[in-house]
């Protein structure tokens, strides 16, 4: 599948509102759905949002609750789907994790988010993930990551390294930080010379503004599309020959020298 469809959910998500920001995602599923995409991406906790100090009240495991939820609409709309949402790691411990669900609604793949953002309080009521996931799709190796990932350019070379041609990545990236979020987003595109797609949220919750931005970004760090800072749809076909193309044309991961990188 060297074209991949794929749709940007950019939405303001309600803080507690799982009910309303589902009613939202089941609008753009269809809407994705009759775009023909392949794949609808949304961003990070969009079933609850920042409402952490509440996490034990939402959290499930990845097959029940809202991934259900999630998978219900997958596969009523013959969808692959990716968000992250509040999961139940083990007892007393919640996790911010994305779920990467096929058309039938069955779990691909799974990911904790590992670094935890101490400006929105991750670290007072979550557990970090201790693993990346790398999902094997029908368009290729996947890799998925979450909003504060992005300042880790490890993980991303960890999933070019595993053979990783896309990674998708939701988020919650706020104001005033926009000009970090477009250089970082195109500089892991570049380096690992791999499809970026990253949905961001838009709206304002506790004071705090999201400027949305959600886009994709080629493996040569050009973008595909861009959406804005208002609530949106973005549907677009993705060219993922480009990757092997690109990786042959400037042999980046032959020339590397393991060796100088380990501190000691």
Same mark, same amino acid.
């Given at each position: 599948m060297a074209q991949l469809v794929i749709s940007l959910g950019q939405m303001d998500v309600v803080l507690g509102k799982p009910e309303v920001n589902l009613a939202q995602v089941q609008r753009l599923a269809a809407e994705a759905s009759r775009q @023909?995409?392949?794949?609808?991406?949304?961003?990070?906790?969009w079933s609850t949002g920042y409402d952490l100090d509440r996490a034990s009240d939402y959290a499930t495991a990845v097959t029940d609750g809202i991934f259900?939820?999630?998978a219900n609409l997958a596969k009523a709309y013959g969808i692959h789907l990716v968000g992250?949402?509040?999961s139940l790691l083990g007892e007393g411990e919640y996790g911010n994790t994305a779920v990467l669900l096929d058309?039938? @609604?069955?779990l691909m793949g799974a990911y904790s988010k590992v670094h935890l953002f101490q400006l929105m309080d991750e670290h007072k009521y979550l557990t970090p993930g201790n693993c990346r996931s790398l999902v094997s799709a029908p368009w290729g190796k996947s890799g998925l990551a979450i909003c504060y990932d992005l300042r880790f350019p490890e993980l991303f070379r960890a999933y070019a390294l595993d053979g990783a041609n896309i990674v998708f990545l939701p988020a919650e990236w706020p104001y005033p930080r926009l000009a970090h979020w477009q250089t970082l987003l195109r500089a892991r595109a570049i380096e690992n010379q791999m499809v970026v797609v990253a949905c961001n949220r838009v709206g304002t919750t506790d004071g705090t503004s999201f400027f949305g931005h959600s886009c994709i970004i080629d493996p040569w760090g050009?973008?595909?599309v861009e959406a804005g800072d208002t609530p949106a749809l973005l549907t677009v076909a993705v060219d993922l020959a480009k990757v092997a193309e690109i990786r042959a044309q400037i042999p980046v991961f032959a020339d590397r020298n393991p060796a100088v990188y380990v501190s000691e």
């Open positions: @023909g995409a392949d794949v609808l991406v949304l961003p990070e906790l259900a939820e999630m992250s949402c509040l058309p039938d @609604g069955e050009e973008i595909v």
